[in-house]
């Protein structure tokens, strides 16, 4: 079945330590986002790339950063981890950046920062 | 960034019908989506408006009226399962979603 993977399905996670978020989906989308979810907050947007080699910053980009070498894959890197970064994290992705296209989300990362 | 809003909580009985409204704000309005999230689960797609009006589907229904910044979803013939949180999310003129907090939904027996 078609979809979004993300690894890993969670993660604990020393203050200061580098982390790298998977994301791979293979439905050939052109899109792809990273959301945090955090109570009360709802999902806000991280980075987006709206096709493969180039990015975007979202609501909330400081303390991360992305890379989008293909069309499947959108890693999402914690250069130095915060205990604000705790929170869930989605990737989601759309066949396009625009239009009335759906945005499918991934299953998340549930990531703390001790 | 955009403001929305929703309620943060509602309860209804098994059966009955529910509406959750969310009002909004925007700098530029590319459509109104609504996403079923249930508890430790990733978001999923049940509506899109970008007209004015009622979009019917199934025992779900959303509703839009752009002049007012208002949506809301209708879901009807409460089941069980039903019980998640939903989120209103708006697509701005940049064609970026903004999410609501989102309202759980509580269905009871």
């Known amino acids: 079945i078609a979809g979004i993977t993300q690894a890993p399905t969670s993660q604990i996670l020393a203050a200061g330590r580098r982390m790298t978020l998977r994301c791979t989906q293979d439905?050939?989308?052109?899109?792809m986002y990273w959301y945090r979810q955090d109570l009360g907050l709802g999902l806000r947007l991280i980075h987006y790339s709206n096709t493969a080699g180039t990015t975007g910053k979202g609501e909330v980009p400081d303390g991360y950063s992305v890379s989008r070498a293909n069309t499947d894959d959108f890693p999402l890197t914690l250069a130095s981890a915060v205990p604000s970064q705790t929170s869930v994290y989605f990737c989601a992705s759309s066949d396009s950046g625009g239009g009335g296209d759906t945005q499918y989300f991934g299953p998340g990362t549930r990531l703390t920062v001790l | 960034g955009q403001n929305i809003d929703q309620p943060t909580e509602m309860t209804a009985t098994e059966g009955a019908i529910v509406q959750i409204n969310c009002t909004y704000q925007t700098s530029g309005f590319n459509g109104l989506f609504w996403y079923q999230q249930h508890a430790g689960e990733a978001p999923t797609f049940l509506s899109y408006n970008v007209l004015d009006g009622l979009e019917e589907k199934g025992r779900f229904s959303s509703f839009l009226s752009r002049s007012k910044g208002y949506s809301y979803l209708l879901l009807k013939e409460l089941q069980m399962k039903d019980s998640a949180s939903y989120l209103c999310a708006v697509r701005d003129g940049d064609y970026k979603l903004s999410f609501g907090a989102g309202t759980t939904v509580t269905v009871r027996a």
């Open positions: 439905m050939r989308h052109n899109a």
